[in-house]
Nanobody
Framework: QVQLVESGGDLVQPGGSLRLSCAAS????????MYWVRQAPGKGLEWVST???????YHAKSVKGRFTTARDDAANTLYLQMNSLKSEDTAIYYC??????????WGQGAQVTVSS
């Protein structure tokens, strides 16, 4: 079955960096569009980024220039490199497959807290 396992969440100071990883299994990762979605405390879900099968990347305006999404198809792993972190980036970050489908697959989430 499809499994998505995020890691790398942590407490970091404003201006710091973190890299999230998402280990995927149970499907052919190389032909799947993958997504990062986050949920800040008390707020709704926010799309963060998309990476397609050709390596094309798309990022939300709120993170563009600070976050970078990458995929390693040989390792079945999705990454989110987050730089220049701000307090408003505090959220649970989810790795998602099939985001636009009727039954998307979600990881368990990784907590990122940006605070001094």
């Amino acid at each position: 079955q499809v499994q998505l396992v995020e890691s790398g969440g942590d407490l970091v100071q404003p201006g710091g960096s973190l890299r999230l990883s998402c280990a995927a299994s149970g499907f052919t990762f190389s032909i799947a569009w993958m997504y990062w979605v986050r949920q800040a405390p008390g707020k709704g879900l926010e799309w963060v980024s998309t990476v397609n099968t050709g390596g094309g990347k798309y990022h939300a305006k709120s993170v563009k220039g600070r976050f970078t999404t990458a995929r390693d198809d040989a390792a079945n792993t999705l990454y989110l490199q987050m730089n220049s972190l701000k307090s408003e980036d505090t959220a649970i970050y989810y790795c998602v497959k099939d985001l636009g489908d009727t039954s998307p697959y979600w990881g368990q989430g990784a907590q990122v807290t940006v605070s001094s």
